[in-house]
């Protein structure tokens, strides 16, 4: 009985001295494996970014795409959104800022982006690019290992696919087609080069063409452009995240994509809420059902000085030329009231924007625009200041217009038509809502009468597209550098996004000179003759442009703000404050 324990013990030793020995080998190998991996990060890293014939980017640097995300893997991020989206292509006429914050990104994702801190291309599908001494030629490479979340590989179909369909006079993206007008033709050099050839030089050919996001072809490939303006879900991409689920008025659901090309975010879903009541919106916040909100700027007044608030969240803000915009009136001049350049500079001088940022921004850093270009940009011409506020001027001019109280109702008129008109606004905004009380309140006061026109987002941005107001508020997002073209050129009058028809022919030669002018400075000169001419025409009241602000649930680390703003790819939960699995 001895011999036989003695036996079982030497073999059960012998199992598990073997058992031992695999596991440090597989140690061993998973060591040589992680260093093998980390050598090719360390080689894409260094790897050269563009042909030698041509002209090279500098190599990537700490901020390059491959660089390894710090912090643990899990939870959610849900974030709330003004407005529900009317669909999550981001380039059809229909799609909008809310759109573009779900998908583009995070879903879809184009050759070229912005390194972060500095205001130059790097690549992200696109391993290498150029652009020609004469601007004719662009160039791009993908990245060889890359792929389709189903996991089809991505070749320049894919990219020829999308700028395509883009183009096609078929598929409603002529906002976005304008920005591809002057190339002429491509040449596909392989599966992973291609070349295009401009028609004439467009300053911002490399950044359009290269910043496209790009469509995997065997999944939208379409017979009738109906086909692909009428998918509004369902979006399929190459980016970190996946889309899940749509539940219509309540929330879209993207998670992670396990089958990403690059390195994985450490966040595992996004939930974009659509909770349009302002102070319902910090509220949820407040109770932990969503993490993140763009506060009203009385909210972020009020918060960013309550030390209790800020010991659970991050009170963000930030100027980002890629997105800092501004906030205007359109004023439409198809309109018998605004088709004089003098009453809307008088509506202009009736507004008091000091007083908007004073005590309704209550933001010391907002600043009142004087045109459209990034109020730090070279693009912008310091030397125009913005029109006081000033109601008597405002009389005189609307008096020079012809505009005066005839019949004594205390109503200006003109040829029988009494000054009194719409003011849209989109509905259950609070800012937009206390500026055109302002505006009402100050247009009484020089005989003019304003009704407020609110209107729930989706009606509103399809009146605003169908051009069915008489003035309206709104905001554009910015960029590093602008082309005005799709928002002032005259030609955009009808299906661009020129919705108050503005139209002057100095103002569209000078977009148009502009636009072919490779010498930045020989450019802006050109920008700051079209700045001017806005600022004396006032087709818009510029209202004012602020910082980004954001309210962030402080469990989230590594939160970096870059000159081009923050990347919530970057952000992760330490396990022990994780909430969602």
Aim: proline share 5%; glycine share 6%; aromatic share 14%.
């Amino acid at each position: 009985m001895n011999g036989q324990s003695g036996l079982f013990k030497f073999f059960l030793f012998l199992f598990l001295f073997v058992i031992v020995l695999l596991q440090l080998l597989s140690m061993v190998q998973s060591d040589r494996l992680y260093k093998r991996l980390n050598v090719l990060i360390d080689r894409l890293e260094s790897a050269p970014s563009a042909p030698a014939n041509r002209t090279e980017e500098p190599p990537a640097d700490k901020s390059s795409i491959f660089r390894k995300y710090p912090g643990d893997e899990g939870d959610w991020i849900i974030r709330n959104l003004e407005g529900e989206p009317a669909t999550l292509c981001d380039f059809l006429a229909i799609s909008e800022w809310s759109s573009r914050w779900i998908v583009t990104g995070n879903i879809f994702e184009s050759m070229l982006e912005y390194e972060p801190d500095d205001f130059k291309y790097r690549g992200r599908l696109a391993e290498k690019f150029s652009i020609s001494d004469d601007g004719l030629e662009i160039y791009f490479k993908l990245r060889d290992n890359i792929w389709f979340s189903d996991g089809h590989p991505v070749t320049t179909d894919d990219v020829i696919f999308t700028f395509n369909t883009i183009i096609d006079p078929n598929v409603d993206a002529a906002v976005y087609a304008n920005y591809f007008r002057d190339v002429d033709h491509y040449e596909k050099i392989n599966d992973k080069e291609i070349k295009f050839y401009m028609k004439r030089v467009y300053f911002l050919s490399l950044g359009y063409l290269g910043g496209m996001t790009i469509y995997p072809e065997h999944i939208y490939k379409y017979k009738e452009a109906r086909e692909f303006n009428e998918r509004r879900s369902n979006p399929v991409g190459t980016g970190p995240y996946i889309f899940e689920k749509w539940d219509v008025g309540r929330q879209i659901v993207l998670r992670r994509n396990e089958n990403y090309w690059g390195p994985k975010p450490k966040v595992k879903k996004i939930v974009f809420t659509f909770i349009t009541n302002t102070t319902a919106e910090l509220q949820a916040l407040l109770s932990g059902q969503v993490d993140y909100i763009r506060p009203v700027p009385d909210q972020y007044a009020e918060k960013v000085n309550d030390e209790n608030f800020k010991k659970d969240f991050y009170c963000l803000s930030y100027w980002d030329a890629s997105n800092t915009g501004y906030f205007w009136i359109g004023w439409n001049e198809a309109r018998p009231f605004f088709a004089d350049k003098k009453v809307r500079l008088a509506m202009t001088h009736l507004v008091d924007r000091q007083a908007i940022k004073d005590h309704i921004l209550r933001n010391p850093e907002a600043q009142i625009p004087t045109g459209n270009f990034y109020i730090y940009g070279k693009q912008t011409d310091p030397n125009i200041k913005p029109w006081p506020y000033d109601p008597e001027k405002a009389k005189q001019l609307l008096d020079e217009a012809g505009w005066i109280d005839h019949d004594g109702d205390g109503i200006r008129d003109k040829n029988g038509v009494p000054f009194r008109f719409k003011y849209m606004i989109a509905a259950d905004l609070a800012l937009h809502e206390q500026i055109a009380k302002l505006v009402k309140d100050a247009a009484a006061g020089a005989g003019i009468e304003v009704i407020l026109d609110p209107y729930e987002w989706s009606v509103f941005s399809q009146k605003v597209k169908d051009r069915e107001f008489d003035a309206v508020s709104m905001a554009w997002g910015g960029n590093v550098e602008e082309d005005p073209y799709q928002i002032w050129h005259s030609s955009q009058r009808q299906k661009g996004s020129n919705y108050v028809g503005f139209n002057n022919p100095q103002a569209d030669a000078l977009i148009e000179q502009a636009r072919q002018t490779l010498d930045p400075d020989k450019r802006n000169a050109l920008y700051h003759q079209f700045h001017r001419i806005l600022h004396e025409e006032q087709p818009y009241t510029f209202i004012y442009t602020r910082p980004e602000q954001r309210f962030l649930d402080k469990r989230f680390h590594n939160v970096i703000i870059h000159k081009l703003g923050v990347d919530e790819r970057e952000w992760y939960v330490p396990k022990e404050l994780q909430k969602y699995k």
